[in-house]
Antibody, heavy 119, light 107 residues
Framework: EAQLVETGGGLIQPGGSLRLSCAAS????????MSWVRQAPGKGLEWVSV???????HYADSVKGRFTISRDNSKNTLFLQMSSLRAEDTAVYYC?????????????WGQGTLVTVSS | DIQMTQSPSTLSASVGDRVTITCRAS??????LAWYQQKPGKAPKLLIY???SLEDGVPSRFSGSGSGTEFTLTISSLQPDDFATYYC?????????FGQGTKVEIK
């Protein structure tokens, strides 16, 4: 069965950088459509970024130019490199796997990792 | 960006009640809509995709309908495990966007 485990969250100062990881098992990251979705404390869900199997990426306007999604095929792991972090980036970050037929249908989710941006 | 508006924001209901949640899109999204259930401290769980397709393993008391700009999630007979927050999500165009959520509470 597909499993996703996020790591890398923590407390970071404004303007800092952090890299989140999402280790996958039970399926191959490189041939699937993988996304990051975040949720600020007590708030709703916000899609952040998607990485297609062909390498195409898309980002929410709120993170464009600051966040980069990537993968390591040898480690079967998805990443989110976050830089120029702001207080409003504070959230639980989930990785999610999209469907083969439609990348935006999130059938599998990780448990999430908390990123807190604060001085 | 496509705005997704859910109503109501909070819903109080009893076990056995029929519950309906509405999601409206600011422009047509065809049937590219999903519904998720989220419990406190947990990741969201996919219930419905392509507006009306039931995810594997999800009880048949959950159903979805609609197309274009108006969608509904119906729980035919509310069970104790169903008290949670529900989100709709459009994936017709970028950025993919979620509704603000509907919290289903015990009456």
């Amino acid at each position: 069965e597909a499993q996703l485990v996020e790591t890398g969250g923590g407390l970071i100062q404004p303007g800092g950088s952090l890299r989140l990881s999402c280790a996958a098992s039970g399926f191959t990251v490189s041939i699937n459509y993988m996304s990051w979705v975040r949720q600020a404390p007590g708030k709703g869900l916000e899609w952040v970024s998607v990485l297609y199997s062909d390498g195409t990426t898309h980002y929410a306007d709120s993170v464009k130019g600051r966040f980069t999604i990537s993968r390591d095929n040898s480690k079967n792991t998805l990443f989110l490199q976050m830089s120029s972090l702001r207080a409003e980036d504070t959230a639980v970050y989930y990785c999610a796997r999209g469907a083969v037929a439609s990348a935006g249908q999130f059938h599998y989710w990780g448990q999430g990792t908390l990123v807190t941006v604060s001085s | 960006d496509i705005q997704m508006t859910q109503s109501p924001s909070t819903l109080s209901a009893s076990v056995g009640d029929r519950v309906t949640i509405t999601c409206r899109a600011s422009q047509s999204i065809s049937s590219w809509l999903a519904w998720y259930q989220q419990k406190p401290g947990k990741a969201p769980k996919l219930l419905i995709y392509k507006a009306s397709s039931l995810e594997d393993g999800v009880p048949s008391r959950f159903s979805g309908s609609g197309s274009g700009t108006e969608f509904t999630l119906t729980i035919s007979s509310l069970q104790p495990d169903d008290f949670a927050t529900y989100y709709c999500q459009q994936y017709n165009s970028y950025p993919w966007t979620f509704g603000q959520g509907t919290k289903v509470e015990i009456k």
